[in-house]
């Protein structure tokens, strides 16, 4: 009866094993398969980031946005650029679609034409 009950436990570690080596086997395969999509899928997506990047940078370039870096940061801090009459350089808001100095050096800007009057010089934008 112990030789009975040891060829069992014998034969069951056995199927055991052999079942495991099967999931084991089963599992590197359906590894290999995800990282091989996983792979296909980073490729994919470096491809398209890159295009993208491209056509953002011919974008960029054909509006005039991003030749310098000055002209790439006052875009991203949302500024444009006013010459006072004395030659200096004045950033403005790109809220404002035109730039005033007074006698004080004081400079506003201003939207839809509104002038502020009298004492107010409009500014060139650069």
Not at 69 to 97: F, K, L, Q, W
């Amino acid at each position: 009866m112990v030789l009975e009950q040891r060829q069992r436990t014998q034969m069951n570690i056995a199927q055991q094993q052999q079942q495991f080596a099967a999931w084991q086997q089963m599992h590197a395969s359906q590894q290999a398969a995800f990282d091989s999509y996983q792979q296909a899928w980073f490729d994919r997506s470096d491809r398209q980031h890159a295009a993208n990047m491209a056509a953002s940078a011919a974008n960029f370039s054909s509006a005039g946005v991003g030749t310098g870096t000055a002209s790439y940061s006052d875009a991203i801090r949302g500024v444009n650029h006013y010459a006072r009459p004395d030659g200096t350089d004045v950033e403005v808001s790109v809220m404002a679609d035109q730039a005033w100095v007074n006698g004080s050096g004081d400079v506003i800007g201003t939207r839809d034409g509104f002038e502020p009057g009298f004492g107010w010089t409009e500014l060139p934008r650069q």
